[in-house]
């Protein structure tokens, strides 16, 4: 179960606004719908939130690029919402890594045959190749706002409403929930 919801930060406070990710595709697609709920061109954060497995936030500064903090990446790699966020520069991956060996068969089977034997017995297969276990991005995304490094690394359980909680805006925040 997946709960997201864009908060807008405004003169008046913070504004929430449920938001369905249905028709994003890429962190390009959901820094335009970020921007769409704030024509001031003021903050606007995105919470993406599956259960207990892992959060993320993106941060969005009028035209600037968008920051990104996801807490756990290989959990988030599992997910079809985490693999807009887990982008090549966020993993530190350089983008035409490979492109050119994709189209070889290196798996030393003939014929090209694959050895599925070895995805099967892996439980994290197909969530991407260097995807790291834990927290990756800008983890200071939310110190202006009040939230330390510290304090986004710790959390776990709940951690859209106890960030709302922080901001100021978890009354805000439950509107939409």
Known sequence: MYFAALLARTEDGWEASDTELDDVETLSDLADLAREASPDEDTVLVLIEQEDAWFGVVRVD????????VSDAAAAARSSYGEILLTDELLGRDPDDGDDLDALDLDGT????????????????????????GPVGDAQILDDLG??????????????????????ASETLETVR
């Open 147 to 168: 939230v330390s490094e510290k304090e986004l690394r710790s959390l776990a359980t709940d951690a859209v409403t106890e960030i709302a909680e922080a901001l100021g």
């Open 62 to 69: 009028g035209e600037e690029d968008p920051r990104i903090y």
């Open 110 to 133: 003939e014929d090209g045959d694959s050895d599925d034997d070895e995805a099967d017995d892996d439980p994290v297969a197909g969530t991407g190749e260097g995807v790291p276990h």
